[in-house]
């Protein structure tokens, strides 16, 4: 149980462009939803706090215009890079608090920038 | 702020021989430990946990203890296989406040030779 998806696992985009990505919880209903960006052999570095009907809870020196984040259900939760450069390419990873207090990692997407 | 500390990778060990990944941590409040596996190409996944001083979290072989009073939670499993190459991250949840929010560590690699 308490599985996240997230989509796409790889995206390639041209520099100036927006890149939306998902994060779905499948199986429970998450309130909350955590966005972590994870450099090259680096740790996650958690960007956001996405809450449900309501606003997102950005962590310091992250750029809330240029990482939206929209959690307009229980169950999906949106990371959209706007106006993405080069270097915004990363690993972008989702996480869900499950029922259980648990978190559950979606699997991740691969952001290239061109 | 939290914040935890793994020691520095890589790590490479042959196929069998006994692997020690320290971790410790700061933190005010009572947080709960975990310890995070991340394969090639693949999200993260929880490996094990303990929620209070003294717990030992067990899965697959691996193990560490909640020591509150070296604040450590070294992961440990006596005999690895090849299939345990991967990137082991060390996290903490904040046990002060309700965010939830997971403070990882920068992540150790393990490369396991046949």
């Known amino acids: 149980g308490a599985v996240v998806s997230q989509h796409p696992s790889r995206v390639i985009c041209k520099s100036g462009t927006s890149v939306k990505i998902e994060c779905r919880s499948l199986d429970f209903q998450a309130t909350t939803m955590f966005w972590y960006r994870q450099f090259p052999k680096k740790s996650l570095m958690l960007m956001a706090t996405?809450?449900?009907?309501?606003?997102?809870?950005?962590e310091q020196g992250v750029e809330k215009d240029k990482f939206l984040i929209n959690h307009a259900s229980l169950t999906l939760s949106t990371l959209t890079v706007t106006s993405a450069h080069p270097e915004d390419s990363s690993f972008y990873i989702c996480?869900?608090?499950?029922?259980?207090?648990?978190?559950?990692f979606g699997s991740g997407t691969r952001l290239t920038v061109v | 702020g939290d914040s935890v500390t793994q020691m520095e990778g890589p790590v490479t060990l042959s196929e069998e021989a006994f692997l020690t990944i320290n971790c410790t941590y700061t933190?005010?409040?009572?947080?709960?430990l975990f310890w995070y596996v991340q394969y090639p190409g693949e999200g993260l996944q929880l490996l094990l946990k303990a929620t209070k001083a003294d717990d030992k979290g067990s899965n697959k072989g691996f193990e560490a203890t909640y020591r509150k009073e070296t604040t450590s939670f070294h992961l440990e499993k006596g005999s690895v296989q090849v299939s345990d190459s991967a990137v082991y991250f060390c996290?903490?949840?904040?046990?002060?406040?309700?965010?939830?929010?997971?403070?990882f560590g920068q992540g150790t690699t393990l490369q396991v030779k046949p």
């Open positions: 996480s869900g608090r499950a029922p259980s207090g648990g978190y559950t």
């Open positions: 996405s809450n449900e009907g309501s606003k997102a809870t950005y």
């Open positions: 933190a005010t409040g009572y947080p709960s």
């Open positions: 996290a903490l949840s904040e046990g002060s406040s309700n965010t939830g929010k997971l403070i």
